[in-house]
């Protein structure tokens, strides 16, 4: 099989699904979304690739088309929340780097993205700032990351940082690298899930140039893994590219034990180390998406009896009001005394083990 590794993608890139007009002539909208398109003002963008709504079926209720397609919920904003769910502006030390956690920074590279998630918690950033990057902003960054010898890990985010070409991506590297010679890069991105053709062989190449170098993607839900897909992900890997994926628990997509039990592992099987499940940030308009945290905690429970620890994700919040990330995992401890800590197994029987005093 020849596989095509040109400028494919960026014609991809351009025929995103963006209005009503777009749309293939025998695809109806239901009157609810209808509605939703037609109020342009006010309203998070769209953008479709259509290799990824190619995935979709024709049912509102699929789980690829609740990522991709507006709801009614979007006009809804409950009071817990905001624009800013994670409280990161006061964090923002320059106009594109947010530096939140001591040793790690994160830069937002783009303010596009091939495909606008529906359950977006950047959407208010997204929507309001939308500039190209600019060398100025590269530079100050840098400088920061430099000053700040703290900071060992930089997570190239966005928007999503692989919309932008080659060439400018491999300059933002360039630049990090030299004002930081030893910074440890993580890419996040959700190209392989939604435009995996942007995952050439160049661009594989080029970032095994800049290790250590993670990349970080955002597999939802096991339709994801097409055998596009999964080749994008092994040129990745093949090019010694470790990548984690970070899944957002969503409503009507993945709260089921049996399909983030399927996701798990079938990324196992594509090489890739499921990292977190993130519990839905409290971004305006995402209510439709989030699901109850209590439901949370029953799934990962069940999910651990039913798959390996290497398949296994981390629960977590980012709690609102900036209180950062936190991890979200039930204790099995039941009392600690002076002499024993008490567990209940999973099957509710308990188990002692013993305190220590050397
Ligand atoms: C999530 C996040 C990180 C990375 O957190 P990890 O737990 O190391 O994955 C860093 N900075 C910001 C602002 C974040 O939101």
């Known amino acids: 099989m020849v596989e095509s590794d040109t ?5 991809q890139l351009s025929e995103c699904y963006r209005s009503v007009a777009d749309f293939p002539e025998n695809f109806k909208l239901s009157p609810l979304e209808a509605k939703y398109f037609k109020t342009e003002s006010d309203r998070f963008q769209i953008s479709i690739p259509e290799y990824y709504f190619s995935l979709a079926s024709t049912n509102d209720d699929d789980p690829i088309r609740r990522q991709f397609m507006p709801q009614s919920g979007e006009q809804i904003t409950l009071s817990c929340e905001t624009d800013d769910p994670l409280g990161e502006t006061p964090h923002k030390v320059t106009q594109r780097l947010i530096h939140r956690y001591r040793d790690r920074a994160l830069f937002l590279a783009s303010d ?6 529906r359950h977006c918690f950047r ?10 990057l600019n060398k100025k902003e590269i530079e100050n960054a840098a400088k920061y990351i430099r000053d700040h010898l703290e900071i060992k890990e930089l997570i190239i985010s966005g928007g999503d940082p692989l919309i932008l070409d080659d060439s400018i991506f491999e300059n933002l590297l360039t630049v990090f690298r030299d004002y930081r ?3 440890i890069f993580r890419v996040a991105s959700r190209m392989p899930v939604v435009l995996p053709s942007r995952i050439t062989n160049s661009l594989s190449r080029l970032l095994s140039r800049f290790k250590p170098l993670f990349i970080i993607t955002q597999f939802n839900h096991p339709k994801e893994l097409t055998i596009s897909s999964r080749q994008a992900l092994s040129r990745l890997v093949g090019n010694g590219i470790p990548v984690f994926n970070q899944s957002v628990l969503l409503n009507s997509v993945n709260d089921s034990v049996d399909i983030l039990a399927e996701l798990c592992q079938e990324l196992l099987r594509a090489s890739v180390k499921p990292y977190y499940l993130f519990q839905g940030d409290l971004a305006a308009g995402t209510s439709h998406m989030r699901v109850p945290i209590i439901r949370g905690f029953e799934i990962m429970k069940e999910l651990r009896t039913k798959i390996s620890g290497l398949a296994m994700p981390v629960y977590a919040v980012d709690l609102p009001g900036g209180g950062g990330k936190i991890l979200l995992t039930e204790s099995y401890i039941q009392k600690i005394t002076d002499t024993e800590v008490i567990f209940k197994d999973p ?4 188990y002692s083990y013993p305190v220590e005093t050397p």
């Open 123 to 132: 959407r208010d950033y997204l929507s309001t700032n939308p500039s190209a």
């Open 112 to 117: 596009t993205c091939a495909m606008y998630c």
């Open 347 to 350: 099957s509710g029987k308990e």
């Open 181 to 183: 010679p030893d910074i």
């Open 7 to 11: 400028g494919d993608w960026k014609k």
